[in-house]
């Protein structure tokens, strides 16, 4: 079988998802990013064949199977919608959209399309969230009325090099992103797990601006967004974007009326699956404290993998996508990734308005669509330089003091 060519848009987090891609059998044909620096390191690291562009238009006329779209994490629709027209799969990073008119056009530039869409959602892959599923589908937990996901990623305010590797200019996406935008990390594995799929959505924001004279250039002061959503089965989702209290940890509990399973905080990888008493399975113990296997033939391969193998996994799933001419299934289809992307945008609006209620809209259905066609509100810079038009942190005013600003452009070189 011949090996599927797979281009690589962004070559920061992109290059660590070619690895992975190139386990896999596929070959890296093309690489692509606006970053002449780092497009340059990059390049180093590919072997001669491989074509190297700055320019995306020129990028997608090479002889490509898929895209990998690893570009900044708000930029996605747009190029997406161009490798549909070419008829090439895509394989995106994070949210799919970073507008709700996006949304629209994403879905129906697809609609039009041949191309398989995979939201590249790796969390669900971590051995404990297969685990959750697993439970989950067993039937043991009954029906599912509650879950929880916690993507917790507290920074050290004074780490240098993260602002010089991730967030390098003042403009940067990182510096204005909302605390509900980020969050696929934490939706994706109990989308997965329970099946279930957000219908309404309300949050709060827990707002504690960085002190002290640190680098930085952030114009949001909210460690996290609460966000709670109802969902089409009836049950009830709590989650987080990326949230930043506590220790670091990725945490998830789902809760059914005959038992419930949650990865415990700071212990690894362990679950604790627990029923009462009445409820128990035979041969289940009320509380079951273990670690989980992983039972898959490449499970050596994802000692090296990112995300904990979460990165290899979700690739692999794609790839198996387009050798079986199949769209992926829930929650990583276009329908998924639209849903959650509109979580995200619509989380954040609900905060701004003292946690109104929003309707997550079905962009299959004409008159959703009218809703939003024209619904561009964006927290970031836009590619053209375009200010944010509307608040990224709960507090509307907040900014970074001028001191902080200054070294954060001091530590980066800028004047």
């Not at 690895?19 to 390191?41: Q, S, T, V, Y």
């Not at 050798?323 to 989380?347: R, T, W």
Request: charged share 25%; aromatic share 12%; with cysteine.
């Amino acid at each position: 079988m011949k090996k599927i060519k797979v281009g690589i848009f962004g070559v920061g987090r992109g290059m660590d998802l070619a690895k992975d891609f190139m386990l896999l059998g596929a070959d890296i044909a093309a690489i692509c990013d606006f970053n002449k620096e780092r497009l340059d390191a990059a390049a180093k690291k590919v072997g001669t064949d491989t074509a190297i562009y700055s320019d995306f238009d020129s990028f997608i006329e090479h002889d490509l199977d898929a895209v990998v779209l690893a570009n900044y994490f708000h930029e996605h629709a747009p190029f997406a919608i161009k490798c549909f027209e070419k008829g090439i799969h895509v394989f995106s990073e994070c949210i799919s959209n970073g507008t709700m008119a996006e949304g629209v056009e994403l879905l129906k530039a697809f609609e039009k399309s041949n191309s398989i869409y995979m939201l590249a959602e790796n969390y669900p892959q971590m051995i404990f969230n297969r685990e959750m599923k697993r439970v989950c589908d067993g039937g043991t937990l009954g029906k599912i009325l509650y879950a929880e996901g916690e993507y917790n990623h507290p920074g050290d305010p004074a780490d240098v090099e993260f602002n010089k590797t991730y967030n390098y200019f003042p403009e940067h996406w990182r510096n204005f992103l909302p605390g509900s935008y980020y969050i696929t990390h934490s939706l994706g594995p109990v989308m997965w797990a329970t099946g279930a799929t957000p219908k309404k959505v309300t949050s709060f924001a827990a707002f504690a601006p960085v002190e002290g004279d640190v680098p930085t250039a952030s114009f949001n002061g909210d460690r996290a967004s609460i966000v709670t959503t109802q969902n089409d089965d009836g049950s009830i989702f709590r989650i987080t974007g990326c949230a930043a209290f506590g220790g670091h940890h990725n945490a998830y509990r789902i809760c059914g009326t005959e038992g419930q399973i949650e990865n415990l905080r700071g212990m690894g990888k362990k679950v604790m699956l627990r029923y009462n008493g009445w409820s128990k399975p035979e041969g289940m113990d009320e509380v079951n404290l273990y670690e989980p296997k992983w039972n898959d033939p490449d499970e050596e391969i994802f000692k090296t993998s990112g995300h904990g193998g979460g990165d290899y996994l979700t690739a692999r799933v794609f790839l198996d996508c387009i050798k079986k001419g199949k769209q992926p299934e829930h929650p990583f289809d276009i329908y998924s990734a639209i849903n959650m992307s509109s979580v995200a945008i619509l989380a954040h609006r609900s905060m701004l308005e003292g946690g109104k209620p929003y309707d997550i809209p079905d962009f299959t259905k004409e008159e959703d669509c009218k809703l939003y066609e024209n619904d561009r509100l964006s927290p970031f810079y836009s590619q053209d330089g375009s200010k944010p038009t509307i608040p990224c942190c709960s507090q509307r005013d907040f900014k970074p003091t001028e001191k902080q600003v200054q070294n954060y452009k001091k530590v980066l070189g800028l004047k």
